[in-house]
């Protein structure tokens, strides 16, 4: 049983997956700094240092009656609350992960397309216009003969 599971565990696809499991867990880290730290501040000052984060509505008072000032003192008191700030800023923290994830494999895409187009493998034939190989000197369809391309 031992040497089956070291045949699975060493197996490529294996330690592939887990390679791409560590470097996708490191990859959500700087995305999400990304948008933490680089997007949302100048965000935040375009709309006003409105937070989202701290809407909260209370459904039942808890052992200290309120009003509440903040989500914290609320849930500290024993109230139950119903954070529906909280829930609106991770969608638009998720939107706004997406669309940087969207532009960083967009851009990795860019980099990965060949410069230069493959070589065509096929030219019309003069007569028939038929799809014929590049290197031809009779076509196929129409028996033509071509000219030599040397």
């Known amino acids: 049983m031992f040497k089956e599971f070291k045949e699975f565990a060493i197996k490529g696809n294996v330690i592939d997956m887990a390679v791409g499991i560590i470097i996708g867990a490191a990859f959500t880290t700087v995305v999400k700094s990304l948008v933490d730290d680089i997007i949302m501040p100048p965000l935040s000052l375009l709309t006003g240092k409105f937070d989202v984060a701290s809407k ?13 000032n903040t ?8 109230a139950i609350v119903w954070a ?12 706004l992960v997406s669309l940087v994830l969207f532009f ?3 851009w990795i895409n ?3 397309r060949p410069d230069t187009p493959a070589a065509p493998g096929t030219k019309p034939c003069p007569y028939c216009k038929s799809s014929i190989e590049i290197a031809a000197v ?3 369809y129409c028996t033509s003969q071509l000219e030599s391309t040397k």
């Open 71 to 78: 989500l914290d003192e609320a849930k500290t008191g024993g």
């Open 84 to 95: 529906y700030g909280n829930f609106l800023n991770t969608l638009v923290v998720l939107m």
């Open 138 to 140: 009779r076509c196929p």
């Open 110 to 112: 860019r980099l990965r």
């Open 104 to 106: 960083i494999v967009r």
């Open 56 to 68: 909260f509505l209370v459904l039942s008072d808890g052992a200290s009656n309120g009003p509440y």
